[in-house]
């Protein structure tokens, strides 16, 4: 859905204009198509991460960075992330330096490789993740969560979880851990079990400093997922062994989740070139009767969409009438959104 309109409809490329005659951001989230909405998606998403840790009394609670990894359907190449660090032989027998970095992700051996595997796990990631999150409270009952679904080279979903639970009961990390480690689910398409793989992790982090880097890692994990499939994600550093590795991911997710006679390229299903994911890149858990939902201010997307109307019909009006309570609300959110959004690209200088 598009967005309401904004206070600064110019920065979006794409902007367009309803019956009505206002002006609607055309709402992307993929910074190649419009640099404007995906910045303002990115920071309405940060801003909901940062508020379900500092607008209440921290002390009472404990906040861990939980990272889940899909498990290995085939080796592929070890190739480092940045120089300077520890060399691992890889697979294939060489030690590869940052300039193989086109061999990120890329199978040892493209023909053993299990693709429509690694599609299914795709698929039911989100399944997987649901009951990973039920279990979690059964046994945490106050956790809440923030998700972000980021693509690894090989072309795999890979999730980082904000966890928060009341203090009275919070776990050590490796609890938490082992919890969410050995969490299954059945595939609602073919009963086939579902697993996370052996890298899980689970660190714990303090509300202060140490809170705004692991927020700020988040929101780098948020440009990255923006770029939404791990092809465009490589940024150009795609070799033609990824892009063929990448393709045959792509026909396999074409085969099994679309139709056989699907176009590449003329197909509207995204599916294909998600490999076979339809979940959202972000989400966070949401307030109910019972629960707080992962923000305490109860921030989502939509209340960010309303605040921003309401600033920009303020500015329109002259002599506006005297504010409701719900608009005196919604201008105090604006203003709240606005400092964060200060906040946000103050943290984006950090280390
Ligand atoms: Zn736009
Ligand atoms: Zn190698
Ligand atoms: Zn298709």
Same mark, same amino acid.
């Given at each position: 859905m598009a967005d309401a309109p904004d206070a600064l409809p110019r920065g979006c490329v794409r902007a367009f204009k309803t019956k009505s005659g206002q002006f609607v951001r055309c709402g992307s989230r993929v910074r190649s198509s419009c640099p404007s909405c995906a910045e303002l998606y990115r920071g309405d998403w940060a801003a909901i991460a940062r508020s379900g840790v500092f607008d209440a009394r921290v002390e009472r609670f404990r906040f861990y960075l939980l990272t889940l990894t899909a498990p290995s359907f085939g080796r592929v190449h070890r190739v480092p =992330? #940045?120089?300077?660090? =520890?060399l691992k032989r890889c697979g294939c027998g060489s030690t590869h330096g940052a300039a193989d970095a086109g061999l990120r992700g890329v199978p040892l051996d493209p023909s053993r490789y299990d693709y429509a595997g690694q599609v299914a796990w795709n698929r039911d990631a989100g399944v997987l993740w649901d009951r990973t999150r039920r279990r979690l409270r059964d046994r945490w009952v106050t956790g809440e969560f923030f998700l972000v679904r980021e693509w690894q080279d090989r072309g795999v979903l890979h999730l980082h979880v904000l966890v928060r639970v009341a203090r009275e009961e919070a776990p050590d990390a490796r609890a938490l851990r082992e919890a969410a480690r050995t969490a299954e689910a059945a595939s609602p398409v073919d009963g086939t079990i579902v697993a996370w793989g052996e890298q899980v992790d689970a660190k714990v982090f303090r509300a202060d400093g140490d809170a705004a880097r692991t927020i700020w890692y988040l929101s780098k994990a948020l440009n990255y997922v923006m770029k939404d499939t791990a092809l465009a994600a490589m940024d150009g550093r795609g070799s033609n062994l990824a892009w063929v590795h990448l393709t045959e991911l792509g026909r396999a997710a074409r085969m099994m989740r679309? #139709?056989?006679?699907c176009v590449p390229g003329e197909c509207p299903s995204r599916v294909h070139d998600r490999y076979g994911s339809r979940s959202h890149v972000v989400s966070a858990s949401r307030q109910t009767l019972t629960r707080s939902g992962w923000s305490f201010s109860g921030l989502t997307r939509g209340r960010q969409r309303l605040a921003r109307a309401a600033w920009a019909q303020a500015q329109e009006t002259k002599e506006p009438a005297p504010p409701s309570g719900e608009q005196q609300q919604d201008a105090r959110a604006a203003l709240v959104l606005l400092t964060r959004r200060i906040d946000v690209a103050r943290m984006a200088v950090l280390p």
């Open positions: =992330r #940045s120089a300077g660090g =520890r679309c #139709s056989v006679d």
